[in-house]
Structures are given as C-alpha cells and as structure tokens.
C-alpha cells in the first residue's frame, strides 16, 4: 500500500543536518554592545572600498558582471595570479558548497577536523555524503590523522589554515605532506579565510601548491581583515579543470555589483590591510598575556581571535564567564558546538572593547588584570 504523503519531504539526510548558529550579536537589556563574537575588524573596511560603494550604488538597475572580471583581475594583480584561475563567490561559504556539490555524491566521504568549521560538514551532509572527522592534536590539525582516514570513498579534505576556533596552523611543510600523500582523485580544500593575519616563516596560505598541483584549491574571504562582511565576498584559486566544472554550476549572476567594485577597491589598498595586520598582532599580544595574567589558558593564535579557556570550577566556567560579560555588553562566541564546552572566542576589538574584556574577566575571576 503507497503511503499518501500531504506535503514536500525533503530527501534522506537533510534534516539530520544541524543548522549552522552564528555567533549572538545582542545583550538584552544592556545601553552599549560590544561584539566580539563574529572575528569583524574594528578598523572597518579600506576609505577606497567605500567610495568605490557609494559609487556602484548608482546604477543598481544594471545587472553586475557575472565573471566579477574586476575583481578577479585585482586580486590576480596583487597576489601575481592568473585571472583564469581564479572564481569569486557569494563568501567563501558559496564555493565551499559548490565543491561539495560537484565533487561529493551518495555514497562518498569528505574528511573534516574535530575543531574545524561547522560549515564543513553541513555541505558534506548536504550533498548526500559522510563527514569523517578526525582528531586533532592539541587543538591543531594532525596530517597524520587526515592520512589514516582515507578510504576508497574519501573525495575531499577540509581543512582551515589558520583554523577556527583554534587559531592554530599548521606549517607549509605538513601541508605539502599531505597533498603528496593524498590520491590524486582527492580534492584538498585549504581554507585560508585569516591568512592575511599570519607572519610566520613556516606558514603558506596554498598559493604555490594549487599551481603545482591539480588537486589543489585554496578559498579565502573578504569578511575579515578586509572589512566587507556585510557585502559577502570569497574568492577561490584553483586548477583550471576545477574552476570549469564549478563555473558550470554556480548562479551566473552570484556576485552583487558593489561587492565586485568595493572587493576590487579595497584588494588593491594593500597599504590599509598592512595597518590592520600590524593592529591586531599588538592587541593579540596583549590580549594573550593579560588574559594569562588572571589565571585564564590561551591557545596560541596567528588570527584575529583568541581561544580563551576557563577554570572547571562551579561559577568560573565558560557559560558562567558568557552570562557575565554579556551582562556588562561584551559578546563573545561560545564554541560548546566546535567541541570546546569550557570555552569561549574573543575577537580582537577596539582598544575600548579589548581594554573593557580584560577588566570584566579580571573582575570575573578575581583578579586584578
């Protein structure tokens, strides 16, 4: 006997996948609101990509390029790219869905990480796939670990470098080791979205390995020391066989006019993310001693965030330390989701909101910062 079905059902799969939950943006009840949960910039985006906004505004009647051949050619110029190569999108978010979608079916595995983007696994999950996680290793991606997943289903490797929540990465050597140990049917995903905040010797963001390689891609966003969160803007480089199979897939028109003119605008004012970048390796600095000062744990970080853990002792832990600095407007990102429980994020911020943290956790723990 059929069974009479009375509306949509989705297909199997789909509502075992977890809503992805951003980071809380209010403190109800609190005059003044310091968010600290997203990873935003406090010096906002380039002066030049606001006037090349204000500008793209005028003609909102004009659909955008749908190649964003602009901003392509401004992010080739500046990082010594070949335009071809190169495929914008909606956030990075967009094309690490259209990999998944292109490259996973019923039947296949994508390998992500114990602490890695909750995002991840949603798009594996929603191209019908498994998500394999795999442990890490002191809250830093273990190569070692990725390679002993592998199987003959396995079709993609996530994995964020700098990671987030962590704020962790792992060196270029490691990276290399793992491409080269990798089948070569298998694509690596190098999700560099805090790159531009990494001065380490050891580090790459994947460049160089996406050019000698062809299963390679490297995705990076304009979300975060670029200051265009709002305006949605990822960018992807990858083998000309890659960027033809998803360009066959994604919208034709995925990218907004002002964010094609605002992204190009603010790729070339390298001069502004240098001020920004030297921001925030002070404030990470003090940040991470001051914390350290009045008894809290910091995971050593190379981003614009800090990994900031709290005693196992009734009333000192995470969610207590939570209720409190959101009751003095301080919001910060609980990561209980990306398996840290005792836990919280806290982006770097203005002097005031940095200063402010400090002096509200010093209270907390009855320390004096």
Not at 52 to 60: F, P, R, T
Not at 103 to 124: M, W
Not at 135 to 143: G, I, P, Q, R
Not at 229 to 235: N, V
Request: proline share 6%; net charge negative; aromatic share 8%.
């Amino acid at each position: 006997m059929s069974v009479v079905v009375n509306e949509p059902v989705p297909r199997p799969g789909i509502l075992d996948i977890a809503a992805y939950v951003p980071g809380k943006e209010h403190a109800p009840g609190v005059a003044r609101v310091f968010k600290l949960s997203s990873n935003e910039t406090p010096l906002g985006p380039s002066p030049k990509a606001r006037e090349a906004l204000k500008q793209a505004v005028d003609h909102l009647e004009i659909y955008p390029d749908g190649q964003a051949t602009e901003l392509r050619e401004a992010i080739a110029a500046v990082h010594g790219l070949n335009p071809a190569n190169i495929l914008c999108g909606n956030g990075s978010d967009e094309l690490l869905g259209l990999l998944c979608h292109v490259y996973l079916g019923a039947g296949d595995e994508g390998i992500i990480t114990e602490h890695g983007f909750l995002v991840y696994k949603i798009q594996i999950m929603g191209a019908c796939a498994t998500p394999v996680i795999v442990k890490e290793k002191d809250a830093t991606v273990d190569v070692d670990a990725i390679l002993a997943a592998v199987t003959e289903k396995t079709k993609i490797v996530f994995l964020a470098n700098p990671a987030n929540p962590t704020g962790t990465y792992v060196p270029v050597t490691e990276i290399r080791r793992l491409q080269a140990a990798l089948p070569k049917n298998v694509v690596l995903v190098l999700d560099a979205a805090y790159a531009e905040y990494v001065r380490r010797n050891d580090y790459e963001a994947g460049l160089e390995l996406v050019s000698n390689s062809r299963n390679v891609v490297m995705t990076r966003t304009f979300s975060k020391v670029y200051g265009l969160a709002a305006l949605r803007i990822g960018w992807m480089y990858a083998p000309a066989a890659i960027i033809d199979a998803l360009n066959r897939v994604r919208g034709p028109f995925n990218m907004n006019a002002p964010a094609i003119a605002a992204g190009a605008a603010a790729v070339r004012d390298q001069a502004f993310i240098e001020k920004a970048v030297e921001y925030n390796n002070l404030w990470l600095d003090k940040l991470s001693h001051a914390l350290e000062a009045i008894g809290l744990k910091v995971t050593p970080s190379v981003t614009n965030f800090l990994l900031i853990h709290f005693p196992d002792t009734d009333g000192k832990r995470a969610e207590d330390a939570d209720a409190f600095l959101t009751s003095r407007g301080y919001i910060l990102r609980a990561v209980r989701g990306y398996g840290f429980p005792n836990a919280l994020r806290m982006s770097v911020g203005t002097e005031e909101a940095n200063r402010g943290v400090v002096e509200t956790l010093g209270e907390f723990m009855g320390r004096n910062p």
